[in-house]
């Protein structure tokens, strides 16, 4: 079919095998969904060639999809260029459509800072996800509540790094609103978010005891033992 009607099958080509590497990914079959998303950009940088405003998001959605794979194989390194070219089209595609793209970028940006982190960049992570974490900000305040599980898990990277890189205090005041915003999104959302407050509230009493901050520490301690203990009563995995 592909070879008799190249530009009517090409994009459901490429769709299907961004939608295959997702599912291969789910499934846990990482070099076979590693391989889809390899013919997948492959795809899409032939439809980008005389396409291209219609089928860069496309691309780069591809690139960002090869990344996070790349990432989790035995050579995360390859995944750098990859991550790279993504921002770069997204970035392009912000300044064309900015509501429609801002969390593709922010999403992508995250992605940077973690593969950056993986393989020792601890500055360049920091810069990515620093970025990342102030478009996901304007995302919220522009009401779309829906990417609040973006910015806290962004911010979380943040902190991570922040902690890393010595930044002491500015990580402390980082978790404690990561904590904020789990603590919002588990009121909505109890299963999914849940666990993740009481790890971040176990985080925050780690960082306030080194702080000499001994009393805070214990309040957090004893509300991640009881969201822990909520879990365990709720039969859910921490």
């Given at each position: 079919?592909?070879?008799?009607?190249?530009?009517?099958?090409?994009?459901?080509?490429?769709t299907?095998?961004?939608?295959?590497?997702?599912?291969?990914?789910s499934a846990?079959q990482?070099?076979?969904a590693?391989?889809?998303?390899?013919?997948?950009?492959a795809?899409?940088?032939?439809?980008?060639?005389?396409?291209r405003?219609?089928y860069?998001?496309?691309?780069?959605?591809?690139l960002?999809?090869?990344?996070?794979?790349?990432?989790?194989?035995?050579?995360p390194?390859?995944?750098?260029?990859?991550?790279?070219e993504a921002?770069?089209y997204y970035r392009?595609?912000?300044?064309v459509?900015r509501?429609?793209?801002?969390?593709?970028l922010a999403?992508?940006?995250?992605?940077s800072?973690?593969l950056h982190?993986?393989?020792?960049s601890q500055?360049?992570?920091?810069?990515?996800?620093?970025?990342s974490?102030?478009?996901y900000?304007e995302?919220?305040?522009r009401?779309?509540?829906?990417?609040?599980?973006?910015?806290a898990?962004?911010?979380?990277t943040?902190?991570?790094?922040?902690?890393e890189?010595?930044?002491?205090?500015?990580?402390?005041?980082?978790v404690r609103?990561?904590?904020?915003l789990?603590?919002?999104?588990?009121?909505v959302?109890?299963?999914a978010?849940?666990?993740?407050l009481?790890e971040?509230?176990?985080?925050?009493?780690?960082l306030?005891g080194?702080?000499?901050?001994?009393?805070a520490?214990?309040?957090?301690?004893?509300?991640?033992?009881e969201?822990?203990?909520?879990?365990?009563?709720?039969?859910l995995?921490?």
């Amino acid at each position: 079919l592909l070879a008799c009607s190249r530009d009517r099958f090409l994009p459901i080509f490429a769709t299907a095998l961004r939608s295959l590497s997702l599912v291969l990914c789910s499934a846990e079959q990482m070099p076979l969904a590693t391989e889809a998303a390899v013919e997948a950009v492959a795809a899409c940088r032939d439809l980008v060639t005389e396409h291209r405003d219609t089928y860069l998001p496309h691309l780069a959605e591809s690139l960002g999809i090869l990344a996070i794979l790349q990432g989790a194989s035995v050579a995360p390194e390859n995944s750098l260029a990859g991550v790279a070219e993504a921002v770069r089209y997204y970035r392009e595609l912000v300044n064309v459509n900015r509501e429609k793209y801002l969390g593709d970028l922010a999403g992508v940006l995250h992605t940077s800072a973690r593969l950056h982190h993986s393989l020792g960049s601890q500055r360049t992570a920091l810069e990515a996800v620093e970025e990342s974490v102030v478009l996901y900000r304007e995302i919220v305040v522009r009401g779309k509540k829906v990417l609040l599980n973006g910015l806290a898990d962004a911010m979380g990277t943040m902190a991570t790094l922040q902690r890393e890189n010595c930044q002491q205090k500015e990580s402390l005041a980082t978790v404690r609103e990561v904590v904020d915003l789990y603590s919002e999104l588990a009121q909505v959302d109890r299963s999914a978010f849940l666990p993740r407050l009481a790890e971040w509230l176990n985080n925050l009493a780690v960082l306030q005891g080194e702080g000499g901050c001994q009393e805070a520490s214990l309040v957090s301690s004893a509300r991640s033992v009881e969201a822990y203990r909520q879990l365990v009563a709720d039969n859910l995995e921490p």
